[in-house]
């Protein structure tokens, strides 16, 4: 899998412990853009009933987890709606942000200019 990586970092999300998508944070897309998504769903969706909303989000999560343990194609506009599904999960709290399910934060690793300098200076 893929990690895509902004200006920023970098955003996962894990379902029954296993990575499914990435998104990168820039300056436009923050995390709190990719966490607003689940409450628009939930918005968007008042026509359905909330258990049945909650039935179709863990439907899509389990599908979406066994084509990826299956190495079956997943396309981007599935990864949009598995974002959509388990931040709408997260959002109602029907599952826990933990090491199973969930989303993980990866700041920009910084480097380290001087250590830089140090191993050109030692090559000389």
Known sequence: MTIFEGSHG???????????????????????????????????????????????????????????????????????YFLCCITALLRLGIIQNDEMNGYLVMPKKKKNKGHNLRLKLYKD
Request: hydrophobic share 30%; charged share 25%; net charge positive.
């Open 10 to 80: 970098s955003i996962t999300f894990y379902y029954k412990g296993l990575l499914v998508s990435s998104f990168p944070l820039t300056k436009k897309k923050k995390l709190e853009d990719y966490l607003y998504q689940g409450e628009d769903f939930i918005y968007n969706s008042k026509a359905i009933p909330i258990k049945k909303l909650i039935q179709i989000c863990f439907t899509f999560c389990n599908i979406i987890s066994k084509r990826k343990k299956n190495n079956q194609p997943i396309y981007r506009k599935d990864h949009i």
